[in-house]
């Protein structure tokens, strides 16, 4: 039987958010890298449009449902729907 051998290049992919100042790009959380490692960007605008679209958005349901009993009625029938039948003996 032949043997395949399959290369791992140990490519890490991470999206996090920057600010573009001053000519770089500044992290805005935490990049664990060791200094100097050499990285691809890529970059996606987030237009004032898309941001003020969420913003109107958020909030959108608030008053109009209970949480809490939203909550435990998922809890319920979760718990009703893995019951197994009663096994008479």
Known sequence: MKSSKIKVTGNM????KARFL???FKPLERVELEEGK?????????????????EMAMGGWRGKIDCEKLINDI????????RRPAVEL
């Open 75 to 82: 809890y319920k029938s979760r718990q009703l729907s893995t």
């Open 22 to 24: 001053e000519g770089a």
């Open 38 to 54: 050499e990285v691809t960007v890529t970059i996606r605008e987030v237009t004032n449009e898309t941001r003020d679209a969420f």
């Open 13 to 16: 992919e991470k999206v996090i």
